[in-house]
């Protein structure tokens, strides 16, 4: 899912839930607060993460953010598929 984040968003509250996430900056700066820790995102950045961590994530700024967000409610890493050269065009995990 593409969503764009607005600025100034207030925080929920820092929760966890069954899954796993992968976010992608697509365009802006995004403030992600997993655990303990508040991380800064910039365009081109990713965080992937369990999210029975605790978390939320916002604009970092005055600016909405635009990001990309894969959610898994299995609670698993998402699995990327490529194919390799020497594969003869079998599909392999990457």
Same mark, same amino acid.
């Given at each position: 899912?593409?969503?764009? #984040?607005?600025?100034?968003?207030p925080?929920?509250?820092? *929760?966890? *839930?069954? /899954?796993? +996430?992968?976010?992608?900056?697509?365009? /802006?700066?995004?403030?992600? #607060?997993?655990?303990?820790?508040?991380?800064?995102l #910039?365009?081109? @950045?990713? $965080?992937?993460?369990?999210?029975?961590?605790? *978390?939320?994530?916002?604009?970092? /700024? &005055?600016?909405? #953010? +635009?990001?990309?967000?894969?959610?898994?409610?299995?609670? @698993?890493? $998402? *699995?990327?598929?490529?194919?390799?050269?020497? &594969?003869?065009?079998?599909?392999?995990? $990457?």
């Amino acid at each position: 899912m593409a969503a764009f #984040v607005e600025p100034y968003r207030p925080a929920a509250g820092v *929760h966890g *839930h069954e /899954g796993y +996430e992968w976010l992608y900056v697509l365009n /802006g700066r995004l403030r992600l #607060v997993l655990g303990g820790e508040s991380i800064d995102l #910039v365009t081109g @950045e990713a $965080a992937e993460f369990d999210t029975r961590i605790p *978390h939320w994530f916002g604009a970092s /700024g &005055s600016e909405p #953010v +635009e990001i990309l967000a894969l959610l898994g409610t299995q609670g @698993e890493r $998402a *699995h990327l598929r490529t194919t390799t050269p020497t &594969s003869g065009g079998a599909r392999a995990e $990457a």
